[in-house]
Structures are given as C-alpha cells and as structure tokens.
C-alpha cells in the first residue's frame, strides 16, 4: 500500500512538471514573454520657432533621436499659414497622450497632428489668436491664450471646441498647467500679478505678486508652492509663492552687463528648472549665456554661465535631467556643463527653436511627453 501511494505521488510530480513545461512553450509561441517594444525617446522641434525665421529649421518639425546624439530622423510638414500664404510664427507646442496628437499654436491658429500617422487632424482659428498653450495632465483640456489680448480661451483637445473664456485684461501670453491638474498659471505682458486659474471652474481665484516688473516666461517647481519668473528689465529673475501669493526674493545676475538684446526687448527671457530641482538655469539674451543657479538654497545662488553660439530665448530640459535645451539648438550636459552636439537638419543646417517637446514611442504611439517649460518634477506633500 506504501509503495503504490509513493508511486502515485511520483507519478503526479512528474506530470505536473511536464505539464508546466507544455504551458510555458504553448505560451511563449503564443507571444508570452515576448521583450516589450523598445521605448524610442525622440525631440520634435518645432519651426518657425524664432518669430517667422526660416532660416532656423524652415516650416515644419524637425526630429531628433535623444539616444542617438540627437541626430537628425525626419522632417514632418505641417499647417500653420498666415492670410498672406507665408509660415507663421509658432507661438507653443505640447502634447496629449490621450488622444496621442501634438498640438501647436501660431499667431492664429492651433493645429491637431495625430502623433502615429504624422497627419494633421484639424487646424482651427481662434477670436483674438493664439499664443502659448498648456495642457492639463490628463491630455483632455488646453488652455489657450489669446495674442496678448484680454483672455484665455479654454478648449477640448479632442476637438478643438471651446469651452469658456477668462479675461484677465493682462496681455495673455505664457501659460502653465499645473502637474496637479487642479490650477493653470496664466501670465500676462501687461501684468505684475500671476493669475491662477481653478481648473475645476475655470476661473481666476487667486494671483500672485506683484513682481518688480511684467511678467515674461516662468517655470514651477512640482510642489506647486514657487513660481519662478523673469521680468521685463531684470537680467535675472524673481521668486514668487504660489500657496499665500506673496513675492519673495529678486536676483540680480553678477559679473554681465544688461546689454542690448535681438529679441523680446528682455534681458532674460527664458528660465527653467532641472527636473530634479536642483538648479535653475536662466538666460541672458545680451551676452548669449546661459546662468545655473543653484536651488537648493532660497534664495537661490549663482553658481556658473555657459557661452551660447546665439542668443537663447527659452530654455528646458530632457525628461531624465541629462540634457539642457536652450533655443539656440545648443544641446548640454547638464553635469559637465559642456555643449555636447548642435541640432542640424537634414541638410547639416541649424536648428533653432523656442518651441521644442521630447516625446516617448512604443509601438507607434506616444507613451510619455516632457514639458516645453523646465518644470520641476519633485512632487511633495500637497498644497495648503
């Protein structure tokens, strides 16, 4: 009796182990276990992205492999015409994961590519046009402001259709999404206060200032509890608290003069944070310099500049943290401060962009998406 019950029990061991044997090989040949599609990390760049130059990049989107020393892959035409039939300029860029399209906005339009078939989706023109977008997190709604005019326009990204308008009389012009999802940032040119919009009204509940200045471009950190801006006349930047709205520091860059600048009659016109908030980079349009300051103080501390080829006029930063994106096509280590290639098209000329996004692939759709502002990406506890 002893022997058969030891038998049996051999006997079940070794069917269960063939038996798990013949179900991984039915499964492998079924596709289980199969490597998942290798993520392709590329920049889209988008021209004309220096006012209407065409002579950065031409009229289109110039795309570069991360992983391949940013080199060169394809160019994607795109719409965006004027009245007159010429390029126009090309005012934002961001990206919906949720419908997997890009979006950008010139001086009178905003534009719907689909991100796997390259085609352009729908163009729509705006009362009051467009200057630079913002999506929320989710990829469902865009903020929109209008050409440096009373409002904001919010739309549906999936269609293009309009779901409210907020005026703010403050010469609309950059916007930010909060990584909340909760407050978009809107900043006007003809402003010293930050308003915040509550995404859940769409309307204005808080503002932050005044600043010693307008407001031009700006960055936050991923607590949503700093603003960073630049103002007009200040080679540097000011520091603002997005929890009581109160202004907190001004920074002065030491060692350069002001000067006269190409563009945006603004000394520093272009700021942005490493995604691990560490440093905060700032531009300096007069001496085609890039200045890091280090943040982990308040307020923060400057601590080197980089010589540029030209003149920046916006700066951000590759998801990892790895690399600096200056407009001038600049490409640099964040850690050794060198410039590590150039953006060239295809034909080994310049590139040249204040409108640039990096953008995750696997299986021919968009899985991730950077941000064209250098947010900072260090979540803590949530807001007061």
């Known amino acids: 009796m002893k022997k058969s019950i030891v038998l049996a029990l051999i006997c079940g061991v070794f069917l269960v182990s063939t038996t798990g044997w013949i179900?991984?090989?039915?499964?492998?040949?079924?596709?289980f276990g199969k490597p998942a599609p290798k993520v392709q990390r590329y920049l889209y760049v988008v021209t004309p992205g220096v006012r209407n130059y065409l002579g950065y990049g031409g009229h289109g989107i110039q795309v570069f492999d991360?992983?391949?020393?940013?080199?060169?892959?394809?160019?994607?035409?795109?719409?965006?015409?004027?009245?007159?039939?010429k390029p126009s300029n090309v005012k934002g860029v961001d990206v919906s994961l949720a419908t997997n399209c890009l979006y950008i906005s010139t001086l009178e339009a905003l534009q719907c590519i689909d991100l796997t078939t390259e085609k352009l989706l729908w163009e729509r023109q705006y009362d009051g046009g467009v200057d630079r977008i913002s999506i929320s997190p989710d990829g469902k709604i865009i903020y929109m402001p209008s050409l440096e005019k009373e409002f904001w326009t919010v739309v549906d990204a999936k269609t293009g259709d309009v779901l409210k308008k907020i005026v703010t009389n403050s010469g609309a012009h950059n916007t930010i999404y909060g990584p909340?999802?909760?407050?978009?940032?809107?900043?006007?040119?003809?402003?010293?206060?930050?308003?915040?919009?509550d995404t859940k009204t769409h309307s204005v509940t808080?503002?932050?200032?005044?600043?010693?200045?307008?407001?031009?471009?700006?960055?936050?950190?991923?607590?949503?509890?700093?603003v960073y801006v630049n103002v007009n006349g200040l080679l540097g930047f000011e520091v603002g608290d997005l929890v009581t709205g109160k202004f907190l520091h001004r920074v002065v860059v030491e060692g350069f003069n002001i000067g006269e600048v190409k563009r945006h009659n603004c000394p520093s016109h272009g700021i942005g944070l490493t995604p691990d908030e560490k440093e905060?980079?700032?531009?300096?349009g007069a001496n085609n310099r890039l200045h890091?300051?280090?943040?982990?103080?308040?307020?923060?501390?400057?601590?080197?500049?980089?010589?540029?080829?030209?003149?920046?006029?916006?700066?951000?930063?590759?998801?990892?943290?790895?690399?600096?994106?200056?407009?001038?096509?600049?490409?640099?280590?964040?850690?050794?401060?060198?410039?590590?290639?150039?953006?060239?098209?295809?034909?080994?000329n310049d590139v040249q962009s204040e409108k640039m996004v990096e953008i995750h692939f696997s299986g021919g759709k968009a899985v991730a998406a950077g941000d064209q502002f250098g947010l900072g990406q260090v979540r803590k506890a949530g807001r007061n």
């Not at 909340?180 to 919009?197: C, E, H, I, Q, R």
């Not at 932050?208 to 700093?226: H, K, S, W, Y």
């Open 280 to 284: 905060l980079w700032v531009c300096d």
């Open 206 to 226: 808080k503002q932050v200032g005044p600043f010693g200045a307008d407001i031009r471009p700006f960055t936050i950190n991923g607590a949503q509890t700093l």
């Open 66 to 85: 991360i992983d391949n020393n940013h080199r060169f892959v394809k160019f994607i035409k795109t719409a965006g015409l004027s009245k007159n039939g």
């Open 292 to 348: 890091v300051f280090d943040n982990t103080v308040m307020p923060p501390v400057q601590k080197t500049s980089i010589l540029l080829k030209d003149m920046p006029g916006w700066i951000t930063f590759s998801l990892d943290g790895k690399y600096a994106y200056p407009s001038t096509g600049d490409v640099i280590d964040v850690k050794t401060r060198k410039i590590s290639t150039s953006l060239e098209d295809q034909n080994f």
């Open 23 to 31: 179900s991984f090989s039915d499964s492998n040949e079924s596709g």
């Open 180 to 197: 909340d999802g909760n407050f978009v940032y809107l900043a006007g040119l003809k402003s010293t206060m930050l308003n915040v919009a």
